[in-house]
């Protein structure tokens, strides 16, 4: 039984939230802090970009008027509003049992934790298998548009978006869990050349992705999640947990991340 950190952080901001697991990622590929997962929201509700993904991809506009913020991840895959949710990382050195093997060797490890936690709460959901088609780019500029390889559906519905990053000093792995609201705002913020292009957008991430609360039928708080979580993460991938706190290092590293990256518009507008 392997020994990790809990964090359980209040909702913050995109930009902090981003610096805060990129900071422990760096505390703990250097060994000075435990491997950890970390559950938190987010206030106000924020897009994140994927890596890669184009910063015109975005309707800053329409963005602005709505108070969103604005981040890009430090993993890949396309856009996700983060808004009534909940958001887990998990953060551990190369080494660690669950990210031994190949990249989708370890999403699947992760996901099987992912799937106790839902099936405590009660939703009929499974992993899904299959890597997306080779058109899957067609799709748009959504995450939740189109399943990746060993993540959580239900019903051929997106329930989890997961991405993760690989360093030299570790592997981080981060997702999203809507427990309930309009999955559909995200379309609101996009650019589209057209207004029909937008409904085309929203009709078809509704087909395609869910909440918590469309599946359950009950609208669950943060916390009662977060504790499946836990006591999933524990019995199906044999772990065991201690409560904790960011150390003073990790706040340094995380305020110093967030004013020369995350909060900036070189690395916010990269692409």
């Known amino acids: 039984m392997n020994l990790y950190r809990l964090i359980l952080n209040a909702p913050a901001d995109g930009a902090w939230n981003m610096a805060i697991d990129e900071a422990i990622l760096v505390a703990v590929g250097s060994g000075d802090a435990l491997s950890t997962l970390r559950l938190y929201a987010w206030q106000p509700a924020c897009l994140s970009l994927g890596y890669s993904q184009n910063i015109q991809d975005v309707d800053m506009t329409r963005l602005q008027t709505r108070g969103w913020g604005l981040v890009r991840r430090m993993t890949g895959g396309r ?24 990249l989708l060797e370890s999403y699947n490890h992760i996901a099987r934790g992912l799937l106790k936690a839902l099936h405590n709460l009660g939703l009929a959901v499974e992993i899904n298998e299959h890597t997306p088609g080779m058109n899957s780019n067609a799709a748009g500029p959504v995450c ?18 997961s991405a993760q990053a690989r360093r030299k000093q570790g592997v981080l792995q981060h997702g999203s869990l809507p427990l ?3 999955l559909g705002r995200i379309t609101q913020v996009l650019a589209f050349s057209e207004e029909a292009e937008r409904q085309e957008a929203l009709e078809r991430l509704l087909r395609r ?63």
């Open 180 to 182: 309930y609201g309009d």
């Open 79 to 102: 856009a996700i509003l983060h808004a009534d949710e909940l958001t887990y990382s998990v953060i551990v050195p190369n080494h660690d049992d669950l990210v031994s093997g190949s």
């Open 209 to 271: 992705a869910t909440n918590v609360e469309s599946v359950s039928g009950r609208r669950l708080d943060w916390e009662f999640v977060a504790k499946a979580f836990v006591e999933a993460f524990e019995t199906e991938l044999d772990l065991r947990f201690e409560e904790g706190e960011l150390s003073a290092e990790e706040k340094k590293c995380a305020y110093e991340l967030v004013k020369t990256k995350y909060s900036q518009p070189e690395w916010t507008g990269r692409v």
């Open 144 to 161: 939740f548009e189109v399943p990746s390889a060993y993540e959580i559906t239900t019903q051929g519905k997106k329930l989890i978006g």
